[in-house]
């Protein structure tokens, strides 16, 4: 029974035009004026129950609401208000039980079934939810919360091409939507569709740029895409806007492993944990992080059990797996990804996570000798690849380089007066020894490295916008002070330098195409080139699970040979126009014989010796990087697969 009058009506009628005009003390003292004459009133129970839930204060509100209900047990709105409490308390047994009145009381409403629909979701119960949520949308069909949600139900049963259209269905309902919008592209990323889902994700942010969630999944796309830099500025905001959310501490931690900042990784992992015990994403991201240390044992302890179990994620089995093979227990890390390899296993699997499937079996198998069956899942994983390389456009940039760095040019282009630390870059083709140089000469102590160094790619790219012509032509345009404010730019970037560094290593492997800028930016500069046997060069690419744009030739065998064939080309030419110091390090002679090859390089640089650069692997940068004592392993790993390599070795023929 409720108590009412009319001047409780007009009070009552007052207080809610107050609340929803955000002044909430003031409808609090109205409801209570409304209560205090007819305390019986459920209408103002529920009014001020949704006040004090929006100031926090939810136990009153939760008595509120149970004295409602109580009082009218068969008033639907005041069973749906008590179950959306109790589920935004975590109650969820009532909470179904409360939402489950609420709708046999009324079935009419599609606010009930979409709450319901909720909570079966984060329960986990997903045909339930379907049914829920389908319900909603019935009774609403432009609702754009009920078709999100449903959609994010479909997309956890990899029911991904419905999921779409009921997040498209949502956004054209509600443009603005930003959820929608963020959720559409989780799905996209999941497919592997990069470029679809960062578009996603921006639309997200310019309808909420405080989304949270929209951040960190663009920083997921731009670290996929190894765009560390724009990928970490991203997980730190959504760090920032959710300091609690513990997947975006693993997401963050991810990329800090990744530029080499560990301490920091560790502890972002330990954190998320911390929050949530059972995230997969961040023991995943520990146990990697522990693998590119050496730690193998380590990792293991905290993954092998998690990994065993039935249903275990796929990032744990497939890091899990490549811990195992560390250690050479090669059976039990076949035994371990055994699940996800099914047909049916395979279905629950993301495009990335397919892809590191195959790339992770493709080392298993050639741990156990089995060559053939390997370049097969190597072949698989790099046909899932969504970077593209184009040989006619790699070639057309080889010509116009030639021609616009020619002996003739060189001699007329202007030049920065270099007065800066010298910088020593570190080039040549991805896979041919540039990280084992880059950590032998960084455990000198008159070196640094820049640990994420931007890219001469992007120095041109610079020099063009500023010159509005095409890149390299743009170069002739130029006069001396458009070139120094370029460089001095890019010096600003790079890492504090100590009162003895001699040098700034920088390493980006395919920067090899831009030394004839070098030498007009940093005419004191020094170049290691690093060369490698090429057909190991050329398996190594093709072996590697990488989207990374740059090393997109290496997802076939005739991306890589056109790719080399350039490289040598470039190389030769480089070597015959630039006065640019040039030293060539031979990865077979450094595994070899490391003493003799290392001194002729200190020489080269004119750094004195230091015993502790043949144990480079021991400085505290290097141990956080995975730096472990040279191998010869992989030295003529390419004769195991002849016969597959023969068109790779028909191209780099003379």
């Not at 629909?117 to 609403?140: K, T, Y």
């Amino acid at each position: 029974m409720t108590s009412k009058d009319a001047p409780s009506e007009a009070e009552l009628a007052n207080a809610t035009s107050l609340a929803s005009s955000g002044r909430h003390q003031e409808a609090r003292a109205a409801c209570l004026q409304v209560l205090r004459r007819a305390p019986l009133n459920g209408e103002a129970m529920l009014l001020l129950a949704r006040i004090e839930a929006e100031a926090g204060h939810l136990n009153i509100a939760e008595r509120m609401l149970r004295r409602a209900h109580s009082l009218e047990p068969t008033r639907a709105s005041h069973a749906h208000a008590l179950g959306q409490l109790l589920m935004q308390r975590g109650q969820h047994a009532e909470a179904l039980q409360m939402l489950s009145r609420a709708l046999e009381l009324d079935p009419e409403p599609a606010e009930p079934w979409l709450d319901r629909g909720r909570l079966h979701l984060e329960l986990a119960q997903l045909p339930q939810a379907e049914a829920d949520l389908r319900a909603a949308i019935a009774r609403a069909p432009n609702r754009p919360q009920a078709l999100d949600t449903l959609g994010v139900a479909l997309a956890q049963m990899h029911r991904s091409d419905e999921a779409v259209t009921c997040f498209e269905r949502a956004i054209r309902a509600q443009p603005d939507y930003a959820v929608a919008h963020d959720h559409l592209g989780e799905v996209h990323l999941a497919r592997g569709r990069i470029a679809q889902a960062m578009r996603c994700f921006e639309n997200a942010l310019n309808h909420d740029a405080g989304l949270a969630s929209a951040h960190d999944h663009l920083g997921v796309a731009l670290f996929a895409q190894a765009r560390v830099t724009e990928a970490l500025v991203h997980h730190t905001r959504a760090h920032e806007i959710s300091p609690e959310s513990p997947v975006i501490a693993a997401h963050r931690a991810q990329v800090l492993g990744s530029v080499g900042r560990c301490e920091e990784a560790e502890a972002g992992f330990r954190d998320a944990l911390a929050r949530a015990p059972g995230l997969a994403c961040a023991h995943a991201g520990l146990a990697t992080l522990m693998c590119a240390r050496g730690e193998y044992q380590s990792g293991l302890e905290l993954i092998e059990s998690p990994a065993a179990q039935a249903d275990a994620a796929p990032d744990l089995r497939l890091v899990c797996a490549r811990l195992l093979a560390r250690v050479y227990r090669v059976t039990e890390a076949f035994a371990v990804l055994e699940p996800i390899t099914s047909a049916r296993g395979r279905q629950a699997l993301t495009a990335t996570q397919l892809r590191a499937l195959e790339f992770t079996l493709g080392d298993l198998h050639d741990m156990d000798g089995r060559y053939e069956q390997a370049f097969a899942c190597y072949e698989r994983g790099n046909s899932m690849k969504t970077t593209t390389f184009d040989p006619g456009a790699m070639r057309a940039l080889v010509n116009s380089l030639v021609t616009t760095f020619s002996a003739a040019a060189m001699s007329t282009l202007p030049r920065v007066a270099e007065t800066a630390p010298e910088l020593l870059l570190i080039v040549g083709m991805p896979r041919s020894g540039t990280s084992l140089v880059e950590q032998i000469l960084a455990s000198h102590p008159h070196v640094i490295a820049a640990s994420t160094p931007a890219s001469l790619g992007s120095v041109a790219r610079s020099l063009a916008r500023r010159a509005q012509r095409a890149w390299p032509a743009c170069v002739n345009g130029l006069g001396a002070p458009a070139l120094e404010a370029v460089a001095s730019e890019y010096r600003a970037a790079l890492p504090p330098r100590a009162v003895e560094t001699r040098y700034v290593a920088h390493r980006v492997p395919g920067d090899f195409v831009h030394l004839g800028l070098v030498e007009l930016l940093f005419p004191r500069a020094r170049v290691v080139h690093c060369q490698r046997d090429e057909l190991d060069t050329g398996l190594s690419c093709f072996s590697e699970d990488t989207s990374d744009p740059a090393l997109a030739h290496g997802a076939s065998l005739r991306g890589i040979g056109e790719f080399t064939l350039a490289h040598r080309r470039l190389m030769a030419h480089w070597r015959a126009v630039l006065r640019v110091p040039i030293f060539e390090v031979s990865y077979d002679r450094l595994v070899a014989d490391p003493a003799s090859e290392v001194r002729a390089l200190k020489s080269f640089l004119g750094l004195p010796w230091q015993e502790d650069c043949l144990r480079f692997y021991e400085s505290i940068r290097n141990r956080n990087r995975g730096g472990r004592p040279i191998s010869s392993s992989s030295l003529g790993r390419h004769r195991h697969y002849a016969r597959e390599l023969e068109p790779l070795r028909e191209m780099l023929r003379d």
